[in-house]
């Protein structure tokens, strides 16, 4: 298949371009104007541009059969994150792209109430209370266009290895995780099996050890 990566750069994105190009399939990587990626392989093409750019998502999107999406909420920030996330909606319209898979967070949605006190009140409540505010915004917006999109919401990501074996959490369950927690390598192992798969299409689903 042809993958369009937007956040490419970042921990979770780079994993999904590796892990994609072993897997036989082409991917575009959308980075930034002054980022590099350090991959060279014939199956990668590297699109330099904007979020905030329409007509630049317009390009990146364009041929591709799904979009992954791992744009962070820190370093962009809200403005950026939620203008990047309508822009890239909007590029999928107009390019007829059905699929895509975009990284939230643990702690966003009904998924907060399945962690523990500590991580509940303090960390997300707390640390994260800007970034998963960002997210939640971010959610909207997704879960309220068209498409065949699937929300990831991983708990705190590590730089663990790849290891294929994971909860995936759908938002209804009723389970609580103390310190949910899983590696970058493992949020894009889940993405990359949910291509063509349709069992969590139009669902928010966690992702934690």
């Known amino acids: 298949?042809?993958?369009?990566?937007?956040?490419?750069?970042?921990?979770?994105?780079?994993q999904l371009v590796t892990q994609a190009l072993e897997q036989g399939h082409t991917v575009t990587a959308c980075v930034r104007m002054t980022a590099s990626l350090g991959i060279n392989h014939p199956n990668l093409r590297v699109f330099r541009g904007n979020i905030l750019d329409e007509?630049?998502?317009?390009?990146?999107?364009?041929?591709?059969?799904?979009?992954?999406?791992?744009?962070?909420?820190?370093?962009?920030?809200?403005?950026?994150?939620?203008?990047g996330t309508r822009n890239i909606l909007a590029a999928m319209y107009q390019c007829e792209v059905r699929r895509s898979i975009w990284v939230s967070s643990f702690g966003v949605g009904e998924s907060l109430g399945q962690m523990g006190w500590l991580a509940r009140n303090v960390i997300v409540k707390g640390f994260l209370r800007a970034a998963i505010e960002a997210r939640a915004i971010q959610e909207r917006?997704?879960?309220?266009?068209?498409?065949?999109?699937?929300?990831?919401?991983?708990?705190?990501?590590?730089?663990?290895?790849?290891?294929?074996?994971?909860?995936?959490?759908?938002?209804?369950?009723?389970?609580?995780?103390?310190?949910?927690?899983?590696?970058?390598?493992?949020?894009?192992?889940?993405?990359?099996?949910?291509?063509?798969?349709?069992t969590y299409v139009r669902q928010a689903v966690g992702l934690s050890y």
Do not use: C
């Open 1 to 14: 298949m042809h993958l369009l990566v937007f956040g490419a750069t970042d921990g979770t994105g780079r």
């Open 55 to 83: 007509q630049a998502v317009v390009s990146a999107v364009f041929g591709a059969d799904v979009v992954l999406a791992a744009l962070g909420s820190r370093e962009r920030g809200l403005p950026d994150l939620i203008q």
């Open 141 to 198: 917006i997704i879960t309220q266009s068209e498409g065949d999109w699937i929300i990831v919401r991983p708990g705190s990501l590590t730089d663990g290895p790849h290891t294929g074996v994971y909860r995936i959490i759908p938002s209804a369950a009723q389970v609580q995780i103390n310190r949910p927690a899983i590696s970058r390598a493992d949020v894009a192992d889940f993405m990359l099996k949910n291509l063509t798969d349709n």
